[in-house]
């Protein structure tokens, strides 16, 4: 899916603190500041027609591609690196709190790429 121009990108990443290693997702393009935060950028990739993932056990809701290559990486992910299932929903007593005061997400894609 070409994303050019839209204000969002489909990415994966290496070395996140939030994102799954290697799991496909969507990112505000930060070259283009259509968006506030990933969030923003997600929910208008949505409205464009991609498909993201909701009701998965321990994964967010409207986050990662919807596909079942990216369920299956996903699944053996949070079997590898179980610490990530903090940012899921299935349990919201591990969910990480936003910083105080803070009113937009940070962008966690550090070493983003695109595959």
């Known amino acids: 899916m070409n994303t050019e121009g839209k204000g969002y990108v489909i990415a994966v990443c290496d070395d996140s603190e939030f994102y799954i290693p290697d799991a496909e ?59 990530y299932k903090k940012w899921g929903e299935s349990d919201p007593s591990t969910a990480m709190e936003p910083e105080p005061g ?6 966690y894609g550090m070493n983003m790429r695109w595959p």
């Open 25 to 83: 997702h969507i990112e505000r393009d930060d070259s283009l500041w259509l968006f506030n935060s990933d969030e923003e950028a997600a929910i208008a990739g949505e409205k464009d027609g991609v498909r993201l993932i909701r009701g998965m056990p321990d994964v967010p809701d409207g986050v990662y591609i919807d596909s079942e290559e990216n369920r299956k990486h996903i699944e053996a992910m949070l079997k590898q690196y179980p610490e």
């Open 102 to 107: 803070s009113s937009e997400s940070p962008d």
